[in-house]
């Protein structure tokens, strides 16, 4: 640690806001280049897993081709059979696997994009995203309240179309089991000056809030896969697009009651925002 040399005429004013300066820099090349890192690696690793994974998906399909040309008598047996399970067993986990790869690799593509914020009406947003979930919602008795008075939001369009297709694709999905599903999507009056606020309701299963904690992680699921599909990944990368916005995002939710996320954006953003 440097000794302070009393005889030494104290720093001026101008040259303490220099050394502020110098050391806000230091921080932010520090913290870019631990999210380079971050980034890299994540690319790295959703990358390279690709080939073993297509060995295994590809492999899988000739052992079952190979068992498929055994004698019919032989092919009906328990061994032969309990082989077969096996490889479907192993084929839907690698299948899993497939989707967890795409899921680091739209975070990456989320971190790398460049950020082209512009004034997008949040209800325009809203029906584009509704209606790239057409195919989700066929067939369902879905009831959809969205506000008149949802705010315009300075963001990138096709990021933001990313949020809310994940969001409300969440909706859809956890409303599933109800006979009647609802989804609201509102603007919220309480948010701080200088933010605006969107909530999205549903009356879907819910989850419980004491693992709300882990909600927005990478690989981070509430419900049993046999329940709901996905991987644990819309959520996390809703977050990052929030975080390079300068925006915030949260979600409670009670067991059986369904969950409301709520989304704080600012009202005006930098042109430069960092990646998260």
């Known amino acids: 640690m440097a000794s302070h040399d009393p005889s030494a005429p104290p720093a001026s004013p ?11 820099a230091r921080c932010q090349q520090q913290m870019a280049d631990m999210a380079a890192a971050q980034e ?3 690319r790295a690793v959703s990358h390279d897993l690709r080939a073993p994974l297509r ?31 096996f490889l479907a067993t192993m084929d839907q986990s690698a299948r899993r696997m497939g989707l967890m ?9 989320t971190g790398r994009a460049p950020l082209r914020p512009q004034a997008v009406p949040l209800a325009d947003a809203v029906a584009q995203a509704r209606a790239a979930l057409a195919p989700q919602a066929a067939g369902r008795s879905v009831d959809w309240q ?21 969001l409300l694709g969440n909706a859809l999905k956890f409303t599933r089991p109800v006979a009647q599903a609802c989804i609201a999507v509102l603007a919220d009056a309480s948010a701080p000056a200088g933010q605006h606020g969107l909530v999205v309701q549903d009356n879907g299963v819910g989850f419980d ?27 996390a990368l809703c977050r990052a697009i929030a975080q390079r916005h300068g925006a915030q995002i949260s979600a409670t939710a009670v067991p ?8 704080l ?12």
């Open 14 to 24: 101008s040259d303490e806001a220099a050394q502020l300066r110098a050391e806000l």
């Open 101 to 109: 790869i795409d899921g680091l690799q739209a975070l990456v593509r």
């Open 40 to 42: 890299e690696f994540l």
């Open 146 to 166: 969205v506000a008149p008075d949802l705010p315009t939001l300075q963001a990138d369009p096709a990021l933001l179309q990313t949020l809310l297709v994940q």
């Open 209 to 235: 809030p004491a693992r709300a904690a882990g909600l927005f992680g990478v690989f981070q699921r509430l419900h049993r896969e046999g329940e709901f599909e996905g991987v644990g990944t819309g959520l």
């Open 256 to 263: 059986g009651a369904g969950c409301t996320v709520r989304v």
């Open 55 to 85: 060995h295994v998906t590809s492999y899988g399909t000739l052992v079952r081709e190979v068992l498929g040309d055994l004698p019919a008598d032989v092919a009906q047996g328990e061994p032969v059979q309990e082989a077969l399970g």
């Open 265 to 276: 954006w600012p009202a005006a953003m930098a042109a430069n925002t960092p990646p998260a």
